[in-house]
């Protein structure tokens, strides 16, 4: 089992960068697979991108050329990069993790990232 906390969040203004981090409780951390998710409010959950046990990352289009994804695997960490951030950026993140064997899928909390002017 993993437990995951995202931090990072905040009110920044539209043009603004912001990174996400998300925490992994174990050293099993390399062994996950990483995505994120936001989630506006009154709408589903939408990925915005993952990341391989290694360093392949893949983006929605709608994020592509303005967010990256990373991962520190010596620090059970992976990190979500936003540049040119926009009103419709506003929602909470999420990271998931799922175990490359066993598909086992987990959620961290959520963090609340808002953009305006």
């Known amino acids: 089992q993993i437990q995951l906390v995202e931090s990072g969040g905040d009110l920044v203004q539209p043009g603004e960068s912001l990174r996400l981090s998300c925490i992994a409780s174990s050293h099993a951390f390399p062994i996950y697979t990483v995505a994120w998710y936001r989630q506006a409010p009154g709408k589903q959950r939408d990925l915005v991108g993952t990341?391989?046990?290694?360093?392949?990352?893949t983006y929605v289009d709608a994020v592509k050329g303005r967010f990256t994804i990373s991962r520190d695997n010596a620090k059970n960490t992976a990190y979500l990069q936003m540049n040119s951030l926009k009103p419709e950026d506003t929602a909470v993140y999420f990271c998931?993790?799922?175990?490359?064997?066993?598909?086992?899928?987990?959620w961290g909390q959520g963090t609340q990232v808002t953009v305006s002017s």
């Open positions: 990341i391989s046990t290694g360093t392949k990352a």
């Open positions: 998931s993790a799922q175990n490359i064997y066993t598909q086992s899928t987990y």
